[in-house]
């Protein structure tokens, strides 16, 4: 079966870290770019990291750059997104996405055709 595995997430207090998985089965997911969004209530899904296939290339909104890190494990055929010095309003369903259309821009969702369950995190005190 064709499909997305997410884990991690959970409450974490400000400042700590969470590590989310995102697990493909039936693919070979380094043949794709993956990228993560989030989203909380009553907001737009936001895209916050993405992962080329082949050179490994990231890329990361504002919001995260320097605190979130997306990594790829080809042989456990996973992509992970290590988040650290978590803020509160990183609170949000985190969701993995890939099968990326070509020539579209790895923020929107809806350039992808393949998502994860979703996972929340919610960063409180």
């Known amino acids: 079966q064709v499909q997305l595995v997410q884990s991690g997430g959970g409450l974490v207090q400000p400042g700590g870290s969470l590590r989310l998985s995102c697990a493909a089965s039936?693919?070979?997911?380094?043949?794709?770019?993956v990228a993560w969004f989030r989203q909380a209530p009553e907001k737009e899904r936001e895209g916050v990291a993405s992962?080329?296939?082949?050179?490994?290339?990231?890329y990361y909104a504002d919001s995260v750059k320097g605190r979130f890190t997306v990594s790829r494990d080809n042989v456990k055929n996973t992509v992970y997104l290590q988040m650290n010095s978590l803020k509160p309003e990183d609170t949000a369903v985190y969701l993995c996405?890939?099968?990326?259309?070509?020539?579209?821009?790895?923020?929107?969702?809806?350039?992808?055709?393949?998502w994860g369950q979703g996972t929340q995190v919610t960063v409180s005190s």
């Open positions: 996405a890939t099968d990326q259309a070509y020539g579209t821009a790895w923020y929107f969702p809806q350039s992808f055709g393949k």
């Open positions: 992962i080329s296939s082949g050179d490994g290339g990231t």
């Open positions: 039936g693919f070979p997911l380094d043949h794709y770019n």
